[in-house]
């Protein structure tokens, strides 16, 4: 089964500093039928404004991707973590027992970004963050885990405290990549530019693939396309 939450049919949210798309209930957005795919909770397709951003907040017991698309964010944590993350690059911040967080958007032009958020398989773990480039070159023609938890996992890729991976993939027009995710596993993928083709099944730009009972598919660029591809356990 592969089911298209297409981009126009996205929970909205307008602040003026910020617009957000979710692809999942969020905030005041709340679907029913969009609570999560298995343990992947949102995914958030957000701009922010120049010289703007999220003051301090706390969370817990989630892991945070940041996947910046245009611009830059700037994280600061109460663990005295500093950083500063660009498009292509992936931030990642385990919330675990307790985090208090800010991100700020302190470039002059808009920073879009792609916020997933994935449960963990344990309460409780030491709060972290790190950041990390993943220059597209590396990703093209080939999906490169970006943020992983899977014993497999490249040394490269950021940790996650969850049997889940988030991958990256650059394609030009007309080139394919398939990817095994194995039986009983979910997959979530969003073409951050261009519009792909999963097993046939056309996705636009920023729309939405949730995909299960696939034990392989194949994904096919319609145009120069950059794609994101969260790969989650099964449903318990």
Do not use: C
């Amino acid at each position: 089964m592969i089911e298209i939450r297409d981009f126009d049919s996205l929970g909205h949210a307008e602040h003026g500093w910020l617009t957000a798309k979710h692809h999942f209930s969020f905030a005041g957005y709340h679907d029913p039928a969009r609570m999560g795919w298995g343990a992947l909770r949102v995914w958030n397709d957000d701009l922010i404004q120049a010289k703007t951003g999220f003051p301090p907040h706390p969370h817990r017991n989630m892991e945070i991707i940041t996947y910046v698309r245009e611009g830059a964010i700037t994280h600061r944590d109460h663990l005295n973590n500093e950083g500063r993350t660009v498009a292509g690059d992936v931030q990642v911040m385990s919330a675990g027992r307790g985090i208090q967080h800010e991100e700020w958007n302190l470039e002059d032009g808009d920073a879009r970004i792609f916020q997933i958020w994935i449960e963990p398989n344990r309460q409780g773990v030491t709060p972290r963050w790190e950041t990390a480039s993943f220059p597209k070159d590396g990703r093209k023609g080939r999906l490169v885990p970006l943020a992983s938890g899977k014993a497999d996992a490249p040394a490269e890729a950021l940790f996650i405290a969850q049997d889940a991976e988030v991958l990256g993939a650059s394609l030009d027009a007309g080139n394919e990549v398939t990817h095994l995710i194995g039986e009983g596993r979910l997959a979530y993928l969003v073409p951050a530019k261009g519009r792909v083709e999963v097993n046939g099944i056309e996705i636009s730009q920023r729309s939405g693939a949730a995909i299960r009972d696939v034990e392989k598919f194949t994904i096919r660029a319609l145009d120069d396309a950059e794609i994101v591809l969260v790969d989650l356990p099964p449903e318990e």
